[in-house]
């Protein structure tokens, strides 16, 4: 059996709803710097697709890298040449890559009408919270986890098949850090759709000079008032999002950045320590049981 006959079998023993399937890139562009957008053509997925899930992908005929790598949902488009008899609502969706390492320097190289292998949507996504305020906090690439949730919560766009109910927030506000202004891209994705956007970075470049916390501080008391944090980065920032919330006696959901094989829950390799509500612990899988969970229950250390 070859490599990818093992995998497509793999997918469909451990995810059913999920299997491998290839499909055709539309668009492939720089989106900030070291970071591109690309949009694939996949109606089964995009139909499906909530926010805060992902996909796994992989390049096809290609042993090096042989495994697939999980990319969060960004966005799901209507592509305009598409069968106008489809009863699928969206059939392409958007993924943005941060360029580092052996797949995403060989995905860069991926052409417009070129293929590629693909299983999802795959985890569960955010959970559509009751507040007045959502608050989105996002460290380097986290921002392509978050802005389908802000669309949703702010009824631009509704998501899943069929589309589940829309709960709407009042305010949308996205704290967006990064190392310097070059790596934000695709801002004006989340003010078109009403997010009120900070900025910081940690050279001064763009925004303020300085992390999330900072931006987070600057937050007038009246503003937090049923205010519902989701979270997206590196793990240390997530962590210390996570301790602000319980400071200020707001809910706060993580989406974990872990690395995946499988995306299915078969090779145990994306666990985290999770804490169930009489304070001890066990592993949880990323891809299966998360990626998103309440950052309260998150064993940091």
Request: glycine share 8%; with cysteine.
């Amino acid at each position: 059996m070859n490599s990818l006959s093992s995998i497509s079998e793999n997918v469909s023993v451990g995810c059913e709803k999920a299997p491998y399937q290839r499909v055709r890139v539309i668009e492939h562009e720089i989106f900030a710097h070291r970071t591109r957008r690309i949009r694939i053509e996949c109606p089964e997925i995009a139909s499906r697709a909530l926010p805060g899930q992902f996909v796994m992908l992989r390049i096809p005929d290609r042993n090096d890298p042989l495994l697939a790598r999980p990319l969060a949902v960004y966005d799901t488009h209507t592509h305009l040449e598409r069968d106008r008899t489809s009863s699928f609502s969206f059939d392409c969706l958007d993924l943005v890559y941060l360029i580092h390492g052996k797949f995403t320097t060989a995905l860069e190289q991926i052409k417009v009408g070129d293929e590629l292998i693909t299983w999802g949507p795959l985890g569960n996504g955010f959970s559509l919270p009751d507040v007045d305020h959502l608050l989105l906090v996002a460290g380097g690439i986290g921002q392509t986890a978050l802005l389908a949730f802000a669309k949703e919560c702010l009824g631009v766009k509704r998501f899943g098949n069929p589309f589940r109910p829309a709960t709407l927030s009042r305010r949308t506000t996205l704290c967006w850090g990064a190392r310097t202004g070059s790596f934000f891209g695709g801002i004006e994705d989340f003010t078109s759709s009403g997010v009120d956007v900070h900025l910081a970075t940690l050279d001064g470049s763009t925004g303020i000079q300085g992390t999330v916390i900072d931006l987070l501080n600057a937050i007038p008391p009246s503003l937090l008032d049923r205010t519902h944090i989701a979270c997206c980065g590196p793990e240390p920032m997530m962590a210390a999002v996570g301790a602000w919330a319980t400071h200020h006696s707001l809910t706060c959901d993580v989406s974990l950045e872990a690395p995946m094989a499988c995306g299915v829950g078969i090779c145990f390799t994306c666990v985290a320590k999770v804490r169930d509500s009489t304070g001890s612990w066990d592993y949880r899988r990323t891809c299966v049981e998360g990626p998103v969970f309440r950052a309260s229950s998150i064993d940091w250390d």
